[in-house]
């Protein structure tokens, strides 16, 4: 828990969010801006910042996020098809400093990103 952590707050219940997945490790939950139909975040109940800050210990939890997205992928039948994102750091776009996967589903997407 980081004190003044947006997603610490959600994972602690002080602020709501729109859930769509919890076990004892991590939350789902839709974002707030939605960028596709499907526009979901993954978090861990733990705070670890960045990707950079993620370690040997995480390794299980970041591939227990990474199949948690394919589920939640197949359950809104999105699963032909979907991204899941990490940004990690300020130019990579990272405003919430808690880490998240962004899954992304329902429309066309291009490659590169912008
Ligand atoms: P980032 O830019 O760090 O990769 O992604 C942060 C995401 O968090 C953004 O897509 C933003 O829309 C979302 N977000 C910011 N504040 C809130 C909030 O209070 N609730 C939810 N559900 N999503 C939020
Ligand atoms: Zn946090």
């Known amino acids: 828990m980081s004190e003044d952590c947006l997603f610490c707050k959600i994972v602690g219940g002080q602020i709501p969010a729109d859930l769509v997945y919890e076990d004892e490790r991590i939350l789902a939950f839709r974002d707030i801006s939605p960028q596709a139909p499907l526009h979901v975040l993954i978090v861990p109940r733990k ?9 040997e210990q995480d390794r299980e939890l970041l591939g ?3 199949l948690t997205a394919k589920g939640i992928a197949a359950e809104n039948g999105v699963q032909g098809g979907y991204r899941v994102v990490n ?3 300020e130019p990579a776009g990272q405003s919430v400093f808690h880490i998240h996967f962004h899954l992304l589903g329902g429309r066309p997407m291009g490659w590169p990103p912008g």
């Open 47 to 55: 705070h670890v910042a960045t990707l950079n800050d993620a370690d």
């Open 64 to 66: 227990h996020i990474l």
């Open 87 to 89: 940004n990690c750091g």
